[in-house]
């Protein structure tokens, strides 16, 4: 069984719905669309010398995902962005159908996240590496000063070995003004959000997330995506701790619809403090048990279902996604 949805995202355009709420406008952030605010898709395309795009996965696409020869960036090759202002705020989406990007700048400089998936983290995270996969959104803020023009890099040597991932890529080139406006330092803290509280849970579901040998098979719980097959029904309001695993060699980015969860753990560990936030698309590395507390709170039917899926479209063609309903 293979699905369309992969030659349909490969072969179209994507872009993003910025949404800001009473919480984000109080805040002191770069918020001027398209001077020091900008939005960054992220993609990869495979292109031929006559200049087509074709979609014609072989057997290594279908197992590690379509991966393109050039990267783009709101669907342009090779762009540019001349910055005005110290602070400069990208909000990043990786696009693409299969790559887990390790994201750096070309001179190794600091960056805070202040957002995840779902909206704002507690406090910014600094950071000089960020790893997005399909489907994951950060928001990162960058200083631009110090006269040099530098780059948004994929730095696959970042991802210590793991199979996959897409080639060395150079994103977008930033080319700060020699005069830059000031602008007043990122909050020392963002967003309300509590700790994650495991009391309430309810029940905890496992998902296995399995490969077959080459790519063969997609399966999540030994069962491959059926249109007319609901696997799961959750109950509304309710808590509950969902374990995903994966029995492969290749990393697997979950999505689930129609929620932000947040993640409780790593293989027992605490995740990373730019994944403590609301998200809604976690990566699940080979041998990794991953925890998160889900509730579904609005939406309720007993006939439409949604999806969880792994993000990497060829994958989710493939099988790996299943249907819930939330009653
Ligand atoms: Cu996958």
């Given at each position: 069984?293979?699905?369309?949805?992969?030659?349909?995202?490969?072969?179209?355009?994507?872009?993003?719905?910025?949404?800001?709420?009473?919480?984000?406008?109080?805040?002191?952030?770069?918020r001027?669309?398209?001077?020091?605010?900008?939005?960054v898709?992220?993609?990869?395309?495979?292109?031929?010398?006559?200049?087509?795009?074709?979609?014609?996965?072989?057997?290594?696409?279908?197992?590690m995902?379509?991966i393109?020869?050039?990267?783009?960036?709101?669907g342009?090759?090779?762009?540019?962005?001349?910055?005005?202002?110290?602070?400069?705020?990208?909000?990043?989406?990786?696009?693409?159908?299969?790559?887990?990007?390790?994201?750096?700048?070309?001179?190794?400089?600091?960056?805070?996240q202040?957002?995840?998936?779902?909206?704002?983290?507690v406090?910014?995270?600094?950071?000089?590496?960020?790893?997005?996969?399909?489907?994951?959104?950060?928001?990162?803020?960058?200083?631009?000063?110090?006269?040099?023009?530098?780059?948004?890099?994929?730095?696959?040597?970042?991802?210590?070995?793991?199979?996959?991932?897409?080639?060395?890529?150079s994103?977008?080139?930033?080319?700060?003004?020699?005069?830059?406006?000031?602008?007043?330092?990122?909050?020392?803290?963002?967003?309300?959000?509590?700790?994650p509280?495991?009391?309430?849970v309810?029940r905890?579901?496992?998902?296995?997330?399995?490969?077959?040998?080459?790519?063969?098979?997609?399966?999540?719980n030994?069962?491959?995506?059926?249109?007319?097959?609901?696997?799961?029904?959750?109950?509304?309001?309710?808590?509950?701790?969902?374990?995903?695993?994966?029995?492969?060699?290749?990393?697997?980015?979950?999505?689930?619809?129609?929620?932000?969860?947040?993640v409780?753990?790593?293989?027992?560990?605490?995740?990373?403090?730019?994944?403590?936030?609301?998200?809604?698309?976690?990566?699940?590395n080979?041998?990794?048990?991953?925890?998160?507390?889900?509730?579904?709170?609005?939406?309720?039917?007993?006939?439409?279902?949604?999806?969880?899926h792994?993000?990497?479209?060829?994958?989710e063609?493939?099988?790996?996604m299943?249907?819930?309903?939330?009653?």
């Open positions: 069984m293979f699905h369309g949805t992969a030659n349909q995202v490969w072969a179209g355009i994507a872009g993003m719905a910025l949404i800001d709420d009473d919480e984000s406008d109080g805040l002191d952030l770069p001027d669309y398209g001077v020091d605010d900008i939005p898709v992220l993609q990869d395309r495979g292109f031929l010398t006559n200049g087509q795009m074709p979609y014609n996965p072989g057997m290594q696409a279908r197992m995902g379509m393109g020869n050039f990267p783009l960036v709101n342009v090759i090779a762009p540019y962005l001349d910055v005005t202002t110290s602070l400069v705020r990208l909000r990043i989406l990786n696009g693409s159908n299969a790559s887990i990007y390790q994201l750096q700048f070309s001179d190794g400089r600091e960056f805070s202040i957002a995840s998936d779902g909206g704002l983290l406090a910014p995270a600094r950071m000089t590496q960020l790893q997005l996969a399909p489907g994951e959104r950060a928001e990162i803020v960058v200083d631009v000063t110090g006269g040099k023009t530098f780059r948004l890099v994929n730095n696959p040597a970042a991802r210590g070995g793991m199979m996959g991932g897409a080639p060395a890529f994103f977008l080139e930033i080319r700060p003004a020699a005069t830059l406006a000031p602008t007043t330092p990122l909050p020392a803290t963002l967003a309300n959000l509590p700790a509280d495991i009391t309430a309810k905890v579901r496992k998902f296995e997330l399995q490969m077959g040998m080459m790519g063969s098979s997609f399966r999540i030994g069962r491959e995506m059926k249109m007319d097959v609901v696997n799961e029904v959750v109950k509304v309001g309710e808590a509950e701790i969902w374990e995903i695993s994966s029995n492969g060699m290749l990393p697997h980015p979950f999505h689930v619809h129609n929620t932000q969860y947040r409780l753990s790593r293989n027992g560990r605490p995740p990373a403090p730019n994944e403590a936030g609301l998200k809604d698309t976690v990566v699940v080979p041998g990794e048990v991953v925890r998160i507390l889900v509730r579904f709170d609005t939406y309720t039917d007993a006939e439409r279902p949604y999806m969880y792994c993000h990497i479209l060829e994958h063609d493939g099988g790996m299943g249907q819930f309903t939330v009653v």
